[in-house]
């Protein structure tokens, strides 16, 4: 059995994906990773802590499957159009449940900037890896904004038709 804070961390990342920021509580987080209350403030000082945790350990799962994904690709404009297919792949395994960062975005209050901070920097790091697939600002913003959008689409309308839209696209831009 993993230790508390693994523990913590297990249960909060799937609670957190699923029911959302605001609707987990810390009394259910202790309750599903059977913890103690004192144990878990030994670890996380406060909820906001814990989503910060949380979004780091995503931040780096996340980057570590889309390189292992985007791997394959012999060329940039391959591990582009991959990076799209990463996004339907992650659908598939997580049910439509869109990007862990922009549903926490849409959950925090201005006062939460250490939250804001650490998901502004996975998205930055996000339009670097553009960025340095097509070594073209402007073009990498593009394909950026086309990735986010299908993101949100897709979980919204629970389908992949308009990553396989964005990745035609993609085709023709690149």
Same mark, same amino acid.
């Given at each position: 059995?993993?230790?508390?804070? &693994?523990?913590?961390?297990?249960?909060? !990342?799937?609670?957190?994906?699923?029911?959302?920021? +605001?609707?987990?509580?810390? %009394?259910?987080?202790?309750? &599903?990773? #059977?913890?103690?209350?004192?144990?878990?403030?030994?670890?996380?000082? !406060?909820?906001?802590?814990?989503?910060?945790?949380?979004?780091? %350990?995503?931040?780096?799962?996340?980057?570590?499957?889309?390189?292992?994904?985007?791997?394959?690709? #012999? %060329?940039?404009?391959?591990?582009?159009?991959?990076?799209?297919?990463?996004?339907?792949?992650?659908?598939?395994?997580?049910? *439509?449940?869109?990007?862990?960062?922009? +549903?926490?975005?849409?959950?925090? !209050?201005?006062?939460?900037?250490?939250?804001?901070?650490?998901?502004?920097?996975?998205? #930055?790091?996000? +339009? !670097?890896? *553009?960025?340095?697939?097509?070594? +073209?600002?402007?073009?990498?913003?593009?394909?950026?904004?086309?990735?986010?959008?299908?993101?949100?689409?897709?979980?919204? *309308?629970?389908? %992949?038709?308009?990553?396989?839209?964005? #990745?035609?696209?993609?085709?023709?831009?690149?």
């Amino acid at each position: 059995m993993s230790n508390p804070k &693994e523990r913590i961390l297990e249960t909060v !990342s799937y609670l957190f994906h699923q029911q959302g920021y +605001n609707s987990t509580g810390i %009394n259910q987080v202790i309750k &599903e990773a #059977k913890v103690a209350k004192a144990s878990f403030y030994q670890h996380f000082k !406060s909820k906001d802590a814990l989503c910060i945790e949380f979004l780091n %350990n995503r931040h780096e799962y996340w980057f570590k499957e889309l390189f292992k994904f985007t791997s394959k690709g #012999k %060329n940039s404009k391959d591990k582009i159009l991959l990076a799209f297919d990463f996004v339907i792949h992650m659908n598939t395994k997580e049910n *439509f449940r869109g990007c862990s960062f922009l +549903n926490i975005l849409s959950e925090i !209050s201005k006062e939460q900037e250490a939250i804001l901070t650490v998901i502004q920097l996975h998205k #930055k790091e996000l +339009n !670097s890896f *553009f960025l340095q697939l097509t070594n +073209n600002d402007l073009l990498a913003t593009h394909v950026y904004l086309l990735f986010e959008s299908s993101i949100i689409e897709s979980q919204l *309308f629970k389908s %992949n038709e308009i990553i396989e839209k964005s #990745k035609t696209i993609i085709n023709e831009i690149l």
